[in-house]
């Protein structure tokens, strides 16, 4: 019997899929996660726009062209918000929510819709496939924030996290050269009395270096920054939320910072880790971004010197306060994203321009692989899984030429 996993969206879904897949295949079956014929499809579903809502409805009928007699299942955040578009699709058997995907394993042989409900404690989920060189682990999922444009946390609901010993034990255990520590609200990871900082410190002894999902510029202090200079393993990559450079948009947005505030976070990282690269999420076209709020956006691209800048145009999700505002025209909305894209597109030139001819040690996957702060390099001689030294060069494709020095 074949499986196959089909995920859309975030790591956060990525990882939980490759559980999934771990639990499939201790069941017996053989897993997947391309697209092709099996015997069983698993659709992990994304609500964060409307357009990853949509696209999930799609993979429906993209399984069934593969196999028009198998079973399909779906979970994720687009079956939590409306469960009702994937039951009355064809071909669905299972449909099941976001915060409890362990239920999908149990469920197999039911038919249905069957709800989460609450989200309870932390959900355990079997030690991942490995599908890719960089192992990631869920540290935590929910988020209490409440951005006024962000379903996520009606869907996955409040914050909980994994037990300190779980998360060490997974990381020691993994053989991965590099991990990473995902979540929904990394930030907001706490067993007991042990918040993030001191789950990095208990990492500290795991043979990998460390890299850390999304955070929130509240977490961004001197404590924090001692954390991770005594972990001596983190690293300087940080992607660093940000949605908005005006103030106006972000009070907003209930994001609960200044600009002033984000750039003074931004120069402590700095001042720790020169090299450090900060990489960011900018929402353009927010109901109430003015011009003049937008140009705070554009300018505080190069104030904060981003490495990089992913940019999402607004999207509004039903149930949301600001889907109650004003949504603005769709073409002034893709007018400031292609702007907005531009900006980002010179920040990482010059972030990227620093590093010609420098050294770095870089870890290698199946198509190059990445620096310690996060700079894609492509080699003639790196095999997916080395972890080598290189002297960096001139620009290619999305990244800069490396020259191997030493395999490490």
């Known amino acids: 019997m074949k499986a196959c996993v089909f995920t859309l969206g975030c790591k956060m879904n990525e990882v939980e899929s ?22 069983l499809y698993v659709i992990n579903t994304c609500a964060v726009t409307a357009e990853a809502e949509k696209k999930s409805r799609q993979a429906v009928a993209r399984m069934r062209k593969f196999n028009r007699n198998a079973k399909i299942v779906v979970c994720g955040c687009a079956s939590q918000n409306r469960p009702e578009s994937f039951t009355e699709k064809e071909g669905v058997t299972l449909v099941t929510g976001a915060r409890k995907k ?36 869920r540290i935590q999922d929910g988020c ?27 990381a020691q255990n993994c053989g991965a050269k590099e991990i990473v520590l995902t979540g929904i609200d990394v930030s907001s990871y706490r067993d007991g009395d042990t918040d ?32 991770l200079k005594e972990a001596g393993n983190v690293v300087p990559h940080f992607h ?7 103030d106006a948009v972000l009070k907003k947005m209930n994001r609960r910072y200044t600009r002033e505030e984000y750039l003074e976070k931004c120069a402590l990282l700095y001042r720790a880790f020169p090299d450090a690269a900060i990489t960011t999420d900018v929402i353009v076209g927010f109901p109430t971004e003015t011009d003049a709020d937008f140009q705070q ?3 505080i691209v190069e104030e904060a010197a981003f490495a990089h800048v992913h940019v999402f145009p607004f999207s509004a999700r039903e149930g949301t306060p600001a889907a109650k505002m004003k949504d603005l025209p769709v073409d002034v909305k893709r007018a400031r994203a292609a702007e907005l894209g531009a900006a980002a ?29 996060y700079i894609r390099v492509y080699a003639e001689r790196g095999e997916e899984g080395a972890l080598c030294r290189v ?3 001139n620009r290619e494709k999305d990244g800069l030429h490396a020259e191997i020095l030493e395999v490490l």
Do not use: W
């Not at 897993?31 to 015997?39: L, N, Q």
């Not at 924030?145 to 060490?168: A, E, K, N, Q, T």
């Not at 001191?198 to 999902?213: H, M, T, W, Y």
């Open 18 to 39: 490759e559980s999934l897949m771990r639990g499939l295949e201790e069941m017996g079956y053989e897993t997947t996660e391309e697209p092709s014929f099996a015997d």
């Open 345 to 373: 597109r010179a920040a990482e030139e010059r972030y990227l321009s620093r590093f010609t001819g420098r050294e770095a040690v870089a870890l290698f996957e199946s198509d190059g692989g990445y620096t310690e702060n």
């Open 391 to 393: 002297r960096l060069g």
């Open 240 to 246: 660093l939320s940000l949605q908005s450079g005006s």
């Open 297 to 299: 956006s554009l300018k």
């Open 102 to 137: 362990d239920r999908v394993l149990a469920l197999l042989r039911e038919s249905g819709n069957f709800p989460d409900g609450e989200e309870g404690a932390f959900c355990e989920l079997p030690e991942p496939k490995r599908t890719r060189t960089r192992a990631f682990l």
């Open 144 to 170: 209490n924030r409440f951005c006024s444009y962000c379903l996520i946390p009606h869907l996955r609901g409040r914050s909980r996290s994994r037990g300190l010993d779980s998360v060490v034990r997974e």
């Open 196 to 227: 993030l900082c001191g789950l990095l410190l208990a990492l500290k002894d795991v043979p990998s270096r460390v890299r850390l999902g999304s955070l929130e510029a509240g977490i961004i202090d001197e404590r924090f920054l001692s954390a």
